[in-house]
């Protein structure tokens, strides 16, 4: 079997059926069984607890994964989809690379309040070393390449079943222990997740990609080879992704400025420049344009007979967004390929150094008149909004770039009819 060299997103007219397939998984017994592990094994950043441990006599972390998975699955049923190609991701990765945002974070931010976005590139990874049986060590990587989201409180999740009641945990953010979340807190959750076959992306059949509960190493052929073998079996419930972490971000709060690399912070902050990008402005001008892609008439009238006659619940509304940089600022498809080859399909999206002006962000003015009529420096009735800067080359064209360092000339082989005069 064959390797991708490079993660292969969707074509944006099947991002809708990859919803569909996510959300059936995620109220499968597998996806439950796929969570209830993690957690076993201390990797979890957001988990809920019954408020009276022992109460109902049911396993903690059971009850943990299940409560994750049917809210993941609530998400997924609200959520818009969103396909950012390219040079939007590698625009957000190289931004956040020279500062995390700045501004405190709001659910203003959000394009829809619940949402599921996939990249062309991956917007990161999560690297491991894991112990194999035999007591040596294999680097693991994760590349993360779709995030789901919501607007999210504790309040919104309160009882299960017979009206226990949960009380939500919070892991890492800077905690020395999991602490409890506020019943108050107001926020955005992020799930992010990661290619069904994880690390088997550009590596050999006998590369070692993951590791059992026993120490026995996994090679990227045995993880096709069971990814392909489960999805034949039960295709309409193995959903497309894997949920690989989570995290929540409450409002008013802010990002670290160099988050840690491979870290929740650094993912969750990628996609909420992503956000900024959508929103930006300057004057007339976007920085990206949105095109929405629909499935044709007799294809979502099917769909909707189908859900109707099945009895569930629609789940999202058959339209996906795809989201890529405005003309004006979109590097040359000949940059966009070379880049492309100098990814390899684990690791962050990588752009070349094509202007001398990196990414950086700036507090722009919503409005001058006011700013300046009332003397409103205290922006009472008025807002400054944080906004991404692409790159680009400043100067007329046929003078020579000048980079850190002084001029660069450019010096041409001498022909032979030179030579000769």
């Known amino acids: 079997m064959t390797a991708p060299l490079r993660w292969r997103p969707p074509a944006p007219i099947t991002v809708p059926e990859w919803l569909l397939r996510q959300e059936a998984y995620s109220r499968t017994d597998y996806c439950v069984a796929s969570l209830f592990a993690s957690i076993k094994a201390g990797h979890w950043t957001v988990r809920p607890l019954p408020l009276l441990p022992g109460a109902s006599g049911v396993d903690p972390v059971a009850m943990s994964a299940h409560v ?28 956040v690379a020279g500062s995390a945002p700045r501004e405190k974070i709001t659910t203003d931010r959000l394009p829809s309040p619940a949402g599921l976005m996939i990249f062309a590139d991956p917007i990161g990874s999560d690297v491991e070393q894991l112990t194999l049986s035999d007591g040596t060590t294999a680097e693991i990587h994760t590349p993360i390449v779709a995030v789901s989201w919501s607007e999210w409180s504790p309040k919104d999740y309160q009882l299960l079943g017979e009206g226990e009641q949960l009380m939500w945990l919070r892991n890492g953010a800077g905690y020395d222990r999991p602490r409890p979340v506020p019943h108050d807190f107001h926020g955005i959750w992020m799930t992010f997740y990661a290619p069904r076959t994880a690390d088997t992306i ?10 059992d509960s026993d120490g026995v190493p996994i090679t990227a052929s045995q993880s096709r080879l069971a990814n392909a073998r489960f999805e034949r079996a039960s295709k309409d419930r193995w959903g497309p992704l894997a949920w690989h972490q989570e995290i929540i971000l409450g409002v008013d709060e802010v990002f670290a400025e160099h988050p840690r690399p491979g870290s929740a912070q650094q993912w969750a902050s990628v996609v909420y420049t992503a956000w900024q990008i959508m929103q930006q402005r ?18 979502r009238k099917k769909a909707k007979e189908e859900v109707k006659r099945a009895g569930k ?27 492309a080859e100098r990814s390899d399909g684990r690791r962050t999206v990588e752009w070349s150094c094509r202007w001398p002006v990196p990414p950086y962000r700036r507090w722009t003015c919503t409005n001058p008149y006011l700013h300046h009529k009332l003397s409103d420096d205290a922006r009472e009735y008025h807002e400054h909004r944080e906004e991404v800067m692409p790159f680009k080359i400043k100067g007329p064209a046929d003078k020579p770039l000048r980079v850190k360092g002084g001029t660069t000339f450019t010096f041409d082989v001498p022909t032979d009819d030179t030579l000769e005069k």
Not at 71 to 82: D, I, M, N, P, V
Not at 202 to 211: E, F, N
Request: net charge positive; hydrophobic share 40%; charged share 30%.
């Open 313 to 339: 619940k629609r789940v999202g509304d058959g339209v996906v967004r795809v989201v890529d940089l405005a003309a004006p600022v979109r590097p040359s498809t000949k940059s966009s390929d070379r880049d």
């Open 282 to 299: 300057s004057g007339k001008n976007q920085l990206v344009e949105i095109e929405e892609v629909r499935l044709p008439p007799a294809v």
């Open 202 to 211: 550009g590596r050999a059949p006998d590369d070692i990609v993951a590791v």
């Open 68 to 95: 994750l998975a049917v809210t993941e699955a609530s998400r997924l049923a609200k959520a818009r989809t969103y396909s950012l190609r390219s040079n939007g991701t590698g625009l957000a990765v190289a931004a």
